[in-house]
């Protein structure tokens, strides 16, 4: 259990009622249903409009915020280069620890693109390679102890776009199994919770085919297997197992929360200037001003435990809602008005302490998988990432 509240307790999908039907050979395409475009631009927009206040606009006296040195000693972190031991840039999608990681490069040849291992004594392994004219896209990573599964997706001559879903045991030494090509017209939102491994089952939603929103929860063995669909009304994204979250965000509709093994919805109060994205453990809500956002807080479903946690000039980091349910990961653009890209400051809400903690002085891209938290800085040859296991910030 996180400090920032208890996690939604864990059960298996119920048996398939009326809604639900084996798979069947629906094609994966680019057409979106409207709700759940909706929801993705929804997400991308809370995201984009999180507000926090930089160290210009600070009231005189007010004690600058404490570094990860200095709030968590015992933190683990590492500084990583860019780029593999034969070339190529290397782009981290999950860390396994500060150290360790999975993540995309290029073939030296510039022909592939390469999903790899690279440990933490610097030893790589290829786990896959797609041909780079068919414009590849590796996304949705999950694990489970020793599993780790992944999505791919690669367009035919006629631009049509293929998805299918892979796993490998990180232990054993064997190579990658794919799991499953019948995904339907899946879509992800570039948050963890894209692709679930849960009780030896992977899930993931795809857009319902019909006009009105739907949308299906899929699901298929580790091992592989049969799919199983369950369509729910509406657009819905995974969450913690075993939640859905709505499409609405309070200005744009209803925030929901969709309990599938209690079969029970659990709907959130939304002002009507709020912003509002939800876990099953805590709420981001942005409060939209005269101008623009006027600040952040973090509640809990219910509307309690509603505290501020910014305003200003900053903007969440990453998609998802309290990382480990306790931590909100912001950034502030170039507060010293350099114009590089990878001026940003990186910070710390701690939902525990109620502190803003700073993490980083620069960043360019900053993601969240696995409870690591890990960002860029410099380009070209200078690229470089930084790792900071949040799962040791006692």
Not at 378 to 391: F, N, R, V
């Amino acid at each position: 259990m996180s400090a920032g509240g208890a996690a939604p307790t864990t059960a298996s999908l119920p048996t398939l009622d009326p809604g639900e039907r084996p798979a069947g050979g629906h094609p994966h395409g680019r057409r979106r249903a409207p709700g759940l475009l909706g929801l993705a631009v929804a997400l991308a927009a809370a995201v984009a409009l999180v507000a926090l206040p930089s160290a210009a606009r600070k009231p005189a006296g007010t004690p600058a915020p404490p570094t990860v040195e200095a709030a968590w000693p015992g933190a683990q972190r590492a500084d990583l280069p860019g780029s593999l031991p034969d070339g190529p840039a290397y782009s981290p999608v999950f860390f396994l620890d500060a150290h360790s990681s999975l993540g995309t490069a290029p073939s030296p040849d510039g022909r592939q693109l390469r999903l790899v291992r690279r440990d933490a004594d610097g030893g790589v392994r290829e786990l896959r390679r797609l041909p780079l004219d068919r414009t590849p896209q590796f996304s949705g990573f999950t694990r489970s102890g020793d599993e780790f599964a992944w999505a791919e997706s690669t367009s035919d001559d006629r631009g049509k776009a293929r998805t299918e879903l892979w796993a490998v045991d990180l232990t054993s030494g064997r190579p990658p199994r794919r799991v499953t090509a019948e995904t339907g017209d899946v879509i992800f939102f570039n948050s963890r919770y894209d692709l679930l491994i849960e009780a030896g089952r992977l899930y993931w939603v795809a857009v319902a085919p019909g006009q009105e929103p739907a949308t299906e929860l899929r699901s298929v063995p580790l091992g592989g297997g049969a799919v199983t669909v369950r369509t729910e009304r509406g657009a819905w994204a995974l969450s913690d197992w075993p939640w859905l979250v709505s499409a609405g965000t309070g200005t744009s509709g209803p925030v929901r929360l969709r309990d599938l093994a209690a079969r029970k919805v659990l709907d959130v109060d939304a002002g009507p200037t709020e912003l509002v994205t939800c876990s099953p453990v805590w709420c981001r809500a942005i409060v939209l001003g005269s101008d623009g956002p006027s600040r952040i807080d973090l509640m809990r479903p219910d509307g309690g435990d509603r505290r501020r946690v910014a305003g200003g000039s900053a903007t969440a980091a990453v998609i998802d809602v309290a990382v480990l349910d306790r931590f909100e990961v912001l950034t502030v653009a170039d507060p010293a008005g350099t114009g590089r890209t990878d001026s940003q400051q990186l910070l710390l809400y701690d939902a525990a302490s109620q502190r803003t903690v700073v993490v980083a002085t620069a960043a360019g891209l900053v993601l969240a998988r696995g409870g690591v938290l890990w960002w860029s800085t410099g380009d070209d040859e200078a690229l470089a990432w930084h790792t900071l296991d949040l799962t040791t910030l006692q």
